[in-house]
């Protein structure tokens, strides 16, 4: 047996929750080991679908190009139900897929899996990270907890797997021990790190078996690369979803658990045979031919979360390791990798001694009830399929419309501690707990287009943005004047550094020349202009609601959320020390 290795944390599990763990955490410098129990190389999740906050998180962790450029964008949806003499389908509503003025990417993308874990690998493996695979863990012991965490785990190189079974021989005789400050489970729904520390799931088994089949469509289908639900008299329901290369994924309703309506008579058949004649006539009046069929597949779906995210304040659960729900919303891998992003910059706080353990708890105080609500949501979709398996297009499309905002992740909204409420009237449109809203601004100093977003990107730092308002005005410049002195007369340490690289945000035409302000923590690159029309709702002022002749102070956390807002006098310096007080 090799003598024990250290690191910080191990994450395992390197399915989208471990890998975006990991970017998240080599961006921050923090030192760790990823583990996998599957053979390199062999496919295990299926999400394809990725949605505009996901899109976002990955451009702060400047991953975001290729899955740009690679993936397909799905920028419209429709919905089909029968038409008047119920024989076939007509098209019934038809519109963006994602209509949220909010949205700086305002759509889906569409790209296998294996495109979506390769290029958080290929990031990974280009800093010098080695997912050891396949390797899995054998025993947990928590040596020591709460200040100074110790994990011991014993990991084992998995030498023999049986299709896709659990069965799996170790060889003992090679373990290795690890010993480690945090264990992070992101293993997915059969989680072992969630059994080994006694955590249970709580909720319920549908009732519906569920066929899921990518292909090459040949189609007279209108809506062929929209996103489209179709409720047919002929056949169960319908979703269809375009892919990179002309390809495409159908989901469809197969049967019922005990009765399997469709499946009874035809067992033995090929689980693509039965998706096919399942759906062919569906589309009618227009026609489909299910070409180079590469992937079928039949489901159920458990609605359940994890009664806690954590064990003894150091072993984390992540992803589909503490919640599971049916892929219908396309959220799965999208909140498992949310679940991570938020994650990750406080283990790195909290290893780089910037702040309080405590500062974990609110990974469960902010992350558990989005699971929550996501099963809520999961199961009000649900409610649009009855058990003879027809469904109601109609509400179905009504619930995806209704909750656009949450689908998208634009409309995650925290509410931990970690949010500090307070002069909300300076900005009415910002919403705490909320994201930084996402605006076009215009770089003083070369006109240079730059987006808001751009200067929250994931480095693990607090962000201060200064939204003065019209500094043409005397009271404007004298309050900026006021708070850049006493940044100025300020020890600056830790987290405070946020007090020296702020960004100003004016609200000026780019003509404007900005003051000669003299301050050592005043840089000109670092100043901004909105100059969009105050009537449209596109610039940063008008859609926070701030009176260019206030102003406000905007902290922003490292993860893009909004905690806590000042306004812009000497006060700025002093809120922003009693926030950091209580890190
Ligand atoms: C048909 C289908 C379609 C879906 N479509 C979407 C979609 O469009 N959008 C979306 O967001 N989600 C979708 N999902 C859900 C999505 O696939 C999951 O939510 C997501 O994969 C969860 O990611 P994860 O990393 O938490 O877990 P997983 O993807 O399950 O990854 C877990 C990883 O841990 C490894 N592992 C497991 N046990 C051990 C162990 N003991 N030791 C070491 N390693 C271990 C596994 O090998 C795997 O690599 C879909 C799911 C299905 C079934």
């Not at 969630?194 to 209108?222: C, H, Q, S, Y």
């Not at 096919?276 to 006539?281: D, E, I, N, P, Q």
């Not at 977003?453 to 308002?469: A, W």
């Not at 002022?541 to 812009?568: F, Q």
Request: with cysteine.
């Amino acid at each position: 047996m090799n003598s024990p290795l250290y690191t910080n944390i191990l994450i395992v599990g390197a399915g989208p929750a471990g890998l975006m763990l990991a970017v998240c955490l080599k961006r921050l410098g923090i030192d760790f080991k990823i583990i996998d129990k599957r053979i390199p190389g062999q496919l295990y999740g299926q999400a394809d679908g990725i949605q505009p906050r996901t899109i976002e998180l990955w451009e702060s962790l400047g991953i975001a190009g290729e899955l740009l450029n690679r993936g397909t964008r799905v920028c419209r949806s429709a919905l089909f139900v029968p038409d008047e003499a119920n024989k076939n389908v007509q098209l019934i509503a038809d519109g963006p897929n994602v209509a949220l003025p909010e949205a700086r990417y305002p759509f889906e993308i569409l790209a296998p899996v294996q495109l979506i874990e390769g290029i958080m690998r290929d990031t990974l493996t280009s800093q010098g990270v080695i997912i050891e695979q396949p390797m899995e863990p054998v025993s947990v012991r928590v040596i020591e907890k709460e200040k100074s965490p110790l994990i011991e785990i014993r990991l084992a190189p998995v030498v023999n797997q049986h299709g896709d079974t659990d069965i799996q021989e170790i060889h003992n005789t090679s373990e290795t021990i690890i010993t480690a400050k945090y264990v992070i489970g992101c293993d997915g729904a059969r989680s072992w790190v969630r059994k080994a520390m006694g955590i249970e799931m709580k909720g319920d088994e549908t009732i519906f078996e569920w066929g899921v089949m990518d292909f090459t469509p040949v189609t007279n289908l209108p809506t062929f690369r929209a996103k489209t639900v179709i409720q047919s008299p002929l056949a169960p329901f319908i979703g269809y979803l375009p892919r990179p290369n002309r390809t495409a994924r159908i989901y469809t309703l197969l049967g019922r658990t005990g009765s399997n309506i469709i499946m009874k008579s035809e067992e033995g058949a090929e689980t693509s045979d039965l998706i096919v004649k399942a759906t062919k006539v569906g589309f009618l009046p227009y026609t489909m031919e299910y070409q180079d069929i590469s992937w079928a597949s039949i489901y159920r779906v458990k609605q359940m979360i994890a009664t806690q995210y954590s064990a003894q304040d150091c072993v984390f659960l992540v992803g589909d390791a503490c919640h599971v729900h049916s892929p219908l919303g396309g959220q799965g891998a999208n909140v498992s990798m949310a679940d991570a992003y938020n994650l990750g910059w406080k283990l790195a706080a909290v290893l780089k001694g910037q702040a309080e353990a405590s500062l974990l708890k609110t990974y469960e105080d902010e992350r558990r009830p989005i699971a929550l609500d996501l099963l809520s949501l999961d199961k009000e979709i649900f409610k649009c399929f009855d058990s003879e398996l027809h469904f109601d297009g109609l509400a179905l499309g009504g619930v995806y419309m209704g909750n656009a905002p949450f689908l998208s992740g634009l409309g995650i909204t925290y509410n931990s501690s970690l949010i500090k409420s307070g002069n909300e009237d300076l900005a009415p449109g910002l919403k705490l707990g909320y994201r930084f809203p996402s605006a076009e601004i215009l770089r003083h100093c070369d006109w240079n287009a730059v987006h808001t977003h751009d200067l929250i990107q994931y480095d693990g730092n607090f962000k201060l943005i200064l939204l003065p308002g019209d500094i043409q005005n005397p009271e404007v410049e004298s309050a900026l004047i006021e708070l850049l002195f006493e940044m100025d007369n300020s020890e600056l340490r830790g987290h405070l550094k946020v007090l020296r690289d702020f960004k100003t945000i004016f609200r000026v035409p780019r003509t404007a020349s900005l003051p000669a302000f003299g301050h050592s923590s005043w840089l000109y690159e670092n100043c901004y202009v909105d100059e969009n029309e105050a009537q449209e709702l596109h610039g940063i002022y008008a859609l926070a609601d701030v009176s260019p002749y206030k102003g406000v102070a905007v902290l922003v956390r490292p993860d893009g959320y909004v905690c806590t807002l000042m306004p812009i006098s000497t006060e700025t310096v002093s809120l922003t020390k009693a926030y950091f007080d209580t890190l």
